[in-house]
C-alpha cells in the first residue's frame, strides 16, 4: 500500500511488537549528524501543522535531502538531529485483488493484518528535525529544510532561533 493510506491516525496506537512475528526493521541509519561540541549561531527546527503519521521510510528520506545539502560546507560545520522516534508499528491485512475475487474473499472485519513498516504519530506545531548552524550556513539549511519538507508529504514550516549564548553547548 502507499504511504498516503497510512496518514491518518486511527484508533489507538499499536506499539507491541512481542506479538508480531517478523517484525518490521526500523530504515533511519541514524539520528544525529555532524559536530555537537562547536558553538553555533542558529538553531533550525522542521515544524509539522498538523496531526499526522510519518513513515520510517520518508523520515530517512528528509534527514538525508537535508543532510545532503548542509554538508555542502563541509560534515563538521553543522549538528542535525531527528527529533521523532517511529515506534507505531503498522499493519495490513491484504485482499485478493484479482478478477472474480468478490467470489473468494469477501475478508474479515478488524482482522489484524501483517506488519508493513513503522511510523512516528506527530501532533500540530511539534518539531521533527533540527539543526545548528552558523552564520555562514544558514541558508544551506534552509533550503536542506525545504527539500526535506517535500518528503515528508504535510505543510511544514521552518522555526529559525537565533541562539545568543555563544558558550552554550548544543547537544
Do not use: W
Not at 526493521?25 to 561540541?37: C, N
Not at 534527514?63 to 560545520?77: F, H
Amino acid at each position: 500500500m502507499k504511504g498516503v493510506n497510512y496518514r491518518e491516525t486511527r484508533g489507538m496506537p499499536y506499539v507491541r511488537r512481542e506479538y508480531i512475528s517478523g517484525k518490521p526493521q526500523l530504515k533511519i541509519a541514524r539520528f544525529s549528524s555532524g559536530q555537537s561540541k562547536q558553538n553555533y549561531d542558529y538553531k533550525l527546527e522542521l515544524i509539522v501543522s498538523e496531526k499526522i503519521q510519518i513513515r520510517h521510510n520518508a523520515l530517512e528520506a528528509a534527514r538525508l535531502a537535508a543532510n545532503k545539502s548542509m554538508a555542502q560546507a563541509g560534515d563538521l560545520s553543522f549538528f542535525s538531529r531527528l527529533t521523532v522516534y517511529p515506534h507505531l508499528v503498522l499493519r495490513e491485512n491484504k485482499m485478493i485483488a484479482t478478477a472474480g475475487a468478490d467470489r473468494l474473499q469477501e475478508g474479515m472485519r478488524r482482522a489484524f493484518g501483517k506488519a508493513t513498516g513503522l511510523a512516528a504519530r506527530v501532533k500540530p506545531e511539534q518539531s521533527i528535525f533540527e539543526a545548528y548552524v552558523s552564520k555562514e550556513n544558514l541558508e544551506l539549511a534552509k533550503r536542506g529544510f525545504k527539500v526535506a519538507s517535500s518528503k515528508l508529504g504535510c505543510p511544514t514550516s521552518v522555526r529559525i532561533t537565533e541562539l545568543g549564548n555563544k558558550s552554550k553547548d548544543n547537544k
